[in-house]
Nanobody, 127 residues
């Protein structure tokens, strides 16, 4: 069982920055592609960023490109989501998730491909 424990997040003003962290334990972190999802009130959960387990290739949802950066440190078994220029529409609960089913050099956009999930952290951006 891979356990994912998230930290970071909180309440900020529009234009501010935040960093989310997700620390893994229990299994070999480097065997997993990692994703950050978010779920806003009344909306479905969506993938905002992902990073592959080989070569750390990255994916970003269009609305966060140029503002969010996903990275991973396999030695620390941690994945990060650096968020800058935050907007009110970024307000959501953010989840990290781990996927071993997808190609090692890619990622999946499907929730069902992610076997392990963090507990979620609230990010609130005031205008």
């Amino acid at each position: 069982q891979l356990q994912l424990v998230q930290s970071g997040g909180g309440s900020v003003q529009a234009g501010d920055s935040l960093r989310l962290s997700c620390a893994a334990s229990g299994l070999t972190f480097s065997d997993y592609n990692m994703g950050w999802f978010r779920q806003a009130p009344g909306k479905e959960r969506e993938l905002v960023a992902a990073i592959s387990r080989r070569m750390s290739r990255t994916y970003y949802e269009d609305s966060v490109k140029g503002r969010f950066t996903i990275s991973r440190n396999n030695y620390a078994s941690t994945v990060y989501l650096q968020m800058k220029s935050l907007k009110p529409e970024d307000t959501a609960v953010y989840y990290c998730a781990a996927d071993r089913r997808s190609n090692a050099y890619g990622w999946s956009t499907l929730e069902s491909d992610y076997d392990f999930w963090g507990q979620g952290r609230q990010v609130t951006v005031a205008s």
